[in-house]
C-alpha cells in the first residue's frame, strides 16, 4: 500500500447512512466541539482492533453491518463494503489495517491510498482509471453524538456442540476400549489401563471440540448512545 500525494476534494453523494447520520445529530453539531466525559463504554470502541466487523445503529437508521477502522472522541470511521467487487474489498481492509488515521482522512484530500491498483482518493475508490465507488459510500465518519448503539460479532461456546462432540468421544473411546480389552498383548493389564485413558481421552476431546467447532457468533454490544439508554 501507498501513501501519495494531495488530491483535490469532488463533490460525492451521501450513503443511506450517512444522510440518516447528518439528520439525527444535527441539532448537536453545533456541540460538536465541546469536551465530552469519559465514557466507559466508547472507550471500549476507540480499543477495537481496525477491521474489526461490527454492527452499528446511527439515529434512526437500521443496524447496518461494518467494518472498524478507527474512533476518536467525537466520531467513529468505519467501512461499507457492501457491493464491491473482492479485489477492492480485499485491499480496502488492507489500507485500514496498515493505516486506519490515514484511510478516516482521505476524504480531506490530503492524502490518497493505493493498494497495487486499487486507489482510495478523495474523490472516490478506482480500480485503475475505473471508479468503483464515492468515497462515502465506502468510508463513512459518523458523529459520536449521531451513534445509537454498537455492537461486535462474538463466538460463545455451545453447549450442545460438546455434547455431540462428547456422545461421539463415547462410542470412539469405547470401540478404542473394546479393541485394547480384547488384544492379546503379553502385558498384564496394561491393555486394560490402555484403553481406559483412550475412553477418556475421547470423551473429553470430543466434548472440547465440539464446544469450539459448533459455537455460534451472537451480537455482543459494546456501546449504547446516551439516547439508545434513556429510551430503554
Known amino acids: 500500500m501507498a501513501v501519495v500525494g494531495a488530491h483535490r476534494s469532488a463533490g460525492q453523494a451521501r450513503s443511506p447512512l450517512q444522510a440518516e447520520i447528518l439528520r439525527a445529530s444535527r441539532d448537536v453539531v453545533l456541540r460538536a466541539t465541546a469536551v465530552q466525559a469519559v465514557d466507559p463504554q466508547w472507550e471500549r470502541v476507540e480499543k477495537l482492533a481496525p477491521g474489526a466487523r461490527i454492527t452499528l445503529r446511527a439515529g434512526v437508521a437500521a443496524r ?47 492524502v490518497q491510498l493505493r493498494d497495487r491498483s486499487i486507489v482510495l482518493r478523495a474523490d472516490g475508490l478506482f480500480d485503475g482509471p ?44 469405547y470401540l478404542t476400549y473394546g479393541a485394547f480389552a480384547a488384544s492379546d498383548a503379553p ?26 467447532a459448533m459455537r455460534p457468533e451472537r451480537d455482543a454490544v459494546i456501546y449504547r448512545g446516551p439516547v439508545t439508554q434513556k429510551d430503554r
Open 64 to 110: 447496518a453491518p461494518r467494518v472498524f477502522v478507527r474512533a476518536d472522541d467525537a466520531s467513529v470511521t468505519v467501512l461499507s463494503l457492501v457491493g464491491l467487487p473482492r479485489r477492492a474489498r480485499e485491499a480496502v481492509l488492507s489500507m485500514a489495517a496498515q493505516a486506519p488515521t490515514r484511510v478516516s482522512s482521505v476524504g480531506t484530500g490530503a
Open 130 to 173: 475505473t471508479k468503483i465507488a464515492e468515497l462515502q459510500s465506502v468510508v463513512e465518519t459518523v458523529p459520536r453524538s449521531a451513534v445509537a448503539e454498537i455492537s461486535v460479532r462474538s463466538a460463545q461456546g455451545s453447549a450442545r456442540g460438546a455434547a455431540i462432540g462428547a456422545a461421539i468421544g463415547v462410542a470412539a473411546g
Open 187 to 212: 502385558c498384564g493389564g496394561c491393555s486394560t489401563n490402555i484403553a481406559a485413558t483412550a475412553f477418556t481421552a475421547g470423551v473429553a476431546g470430543g466434548a472440547a471440540i465440539g464446544y469450539f
